[in-house]
């Protein structure tokens, strides 16, 4: 029975590349690993996978005897509600640890870099396998797509070291450009269901017994998503009745203008007094320079809930 190689719910573009990534390095290590994803592909990602010649893994929600590793996340408010019944034996991440417990030793690469894929260019090197010419540029487009084209604070060297191993591999010319194209298709939003755009990039934390849903759209421009604000903002005030959260926040980060407005539902809005030291409007607050909710946000929210 192959190892599923598994990232979190509403999957990134990281999550699904790190999945593919790692499920063809274990094959090739002599361990039968199979690619899967708990949701189907955002736009982005399927732009990713058509452009480098990849197909998009099987959709899996149980894994209940299983073996599994996880990528991009070790969080099991991320992960199947059955986890518990799997095998946990790999993790490779670049998020803090989160709560998976194991019964076994286990098999980890978690490093504080911008993005999965980043991690894994090195597992290549570690095991001396060649990277693929189609996983190599998908994995170099989650790592632009992680660390914003570099703008991120999460953005680490490694990062850009390993973006300029993957483009001579995948025989990319302008990462620059590549960026672009991709973000272009990931601030394409017009058709797009309302739910959709408030999960394409969605987790949920519990932080000090607090349910917290926080999400992100990124964009070239904040003016593509003004039509829809409205409509985001009465959404993700029915996800937090549905999920029975303290607060749900959805950060619309403009990439050129590097910040990000959030919309917010919440119970007590002076969490995020607490956490960013800005007074809230009644429905957002814009975030000077704020572009990661690894980094930027998840941590201050953590010590406001804390």
């Known amino acids: 029975m192959a190892v599923l190689v598994m990232g979190h719910m509403n999957p990134d573009t ?3 590349i790190s999945a593919i990534a790692v499920a063809d390095l274990k094959n090739k290590l002599g361990v039968q690993a199979k690619p899967v994803a708990q949701d189907e592909v955002t736009p982005e990602s399927a732009f990713v996978l058509e452009k480098f010649g990849l197909s998009a893994p099987e959709v899996v929600t149980s894994v209940a005897g299983q073996q599994v590793i996880l990528v991009d996340t070790s969080d099991t408010a991320q ?3 059955d986890l518990g019944d799997a095998e946990i034996v790999g993790i490779v991440d670049h998020h803090k640890l989160g709560s998976v417990t194991t019964a076994n030793p286990l098999e980890i690469w978690t490093w504080p870099v911008g993005c999965a894929c980043t991690v894994i260019e090195a597992m290549y090197k570690f095991h001396g396998i060649e990277i693929p010419k189609g996983i190599a540029g998908a994995m170099l487009c989650a790592i632009l797509s992680d660390t914003v084209i570099f703008k991120s604070v999460t953005c680490t060297d490694q990062d850009k070291a390993a ?3 993957l483009a001579k591999i995948a025989g990319v010319g ?4 590549l960026g672009m194209e ?3 298709v990931k601030s394409a939003v017009e058709g797009t269901p309302i739910r959709e755009l408030v999960f394409r990039d969605y987790k949920d934390f519990d932080m000090s017994g607090n349910k917290v849903g926080i999400g992100q759209l990124e964009v070239v421009d904040l003016d593509i998503l003004a039509p829809y604000k409205d409509a985001l903002y009465e959404d993700i005030g029915k996800v937090k009745g549905e999920k029975g959260a303290m607060g749900i926040f959805l950060m619309l980060t403009d990439i050129i203008k590097e910040g990000t407005e959030m919309l917010y539902v919440a119970d007590d809005n002076s969490v995020l007094k607490n956490a960013f030291g800005v ?3 009644e429905k957002s ?5 704020v572009m990661s909710r690894k980094k930027q946000v998840v941590p201050n929210f953590e010590k406001a809930f804390g």
């Open 163 to 165: 973006c300029d191993n």
């Open 279 to 281: 007074d809230p409007g």
């Open 285 to 289: 607050v814009w975030l000077d320079g």
């Open 182 to 184: 991709m973000f272009k």
């Open 14 to 16: 990281d999550s699904i």
């Open 79 to 81: 992960l199947p509600d």
């Open 174 to 177: 302008d990462i620059t450009a």
